[in-house]
């Protein structure tokens, strides 16, 4: 008969096996994807309060997954958007296996660990929360825990971070202070960015017009959330944008 505590340590060499093991890359999602499409579950936001509040993790991400989905963000804040790091793990359990972004204001590598251990294939870094130095450690951190990176930048005084070599590039078409959304920003600052780099234009699209748009001027990936968390039925809605596409 097999030892208890053998038995024991061998589950749990199991499992760290499970979270060490290579995570599905955003980034050659969105590169391999015909949409680029990055749906969010969101339940809540500080400038409009709760978008749906009975939103579930077990379902809806699933859901953007069985309806053409490329990736999911799935937001992890508890107090401004509703969000709970357990979410990410939900959805995995549900049966998700494209990648999951952890978006939340990281600050602090324990958010890297956390990101790791629910279930993430990548963290979302802001650089308008970060020096430049602490950003380059955080990203360091994740990559030597197997996430990878998209480093959202917002303004052309931001633009610099990119030096920092991230997976994936993000322009953020909303102002962090006013929260006022204007998509223009992705347009005015794609150039700026360097050639080879990955780009994500996050926030204010509502429309497959503006993602033919985007894709013209370099993007690969469009993370959209309220478009669809705001309806009745958040993966129908994606499917139908995308046969918009």
Not at 1 to 11: F, K, R, V
Not at 150 to 158: G, Q, R
Not at 227 to 243: C, N, R, S, Y
């Amino acid at each position: 008969m097999q030892d208890i505590l053998e038995q024991i340590i061998a589950t749990k060499r199991e499992e760290q096996a499970a979270l060490r093991a290579k995570k599905p890359s955003l980034r050659e999602a969105l590169l391999g994807s015909e949409t680029g499409i990055i749906a969010e579950f969101k339940r809540r936001s500080p400038s409009k309060g709760w978008l749906k509040e009975e939103g579930r993790a077990d379902t809806i991400p699933l859901s953007y997954q069985q309806n053409g989905a490329a990736a999911l963000s799935i937001l992890t804040d508890k107090q401004y958007f509703g969000g709970h790091p357990r979410f990410i793990t939900e959805a995995r359990q549900s049966g998700v296996t494209i990648p999951i972004l952890y978006k939340n204001f990281v600050i602090d590598e324990m958010q890297l660990y956390e990101a790791a251990l629910c279930g993430a294939s990548a963290v979302l870094l802001i650089a308008a929360c970060l020096s430049k130095q602490t950003c380059r450690q955080l990203l360091d951190k994740a990559h030597a825990l197997g996430l990878e990176v998209l480093l959202e930048m917002h303004s052309e005084e931001e633009l610099d971070y990119a030096d920092l070599q991230p997976d994936l590039c993000g322009i953020n078409n909303r102002n962090l202070g006013s929260f006022v959304t204007d998509v223009d920003n992705s347009f005015r600052l794609a150039e700026r960015l360097p050639k080879e780099a990955v780009k994500v234009s996050e926030s204010g699209i509502g429309s497959a017009q503006t993602i033919r748009q985007l894709r013209q001027a370099g993007f690969r990936g469009f993370l959209i959330g309220e478009t669809f968390m705001k309806t009745a039925d958040p993966g129908l809605t994606l499917k139908h944008f995308i046969e918009q596409l």
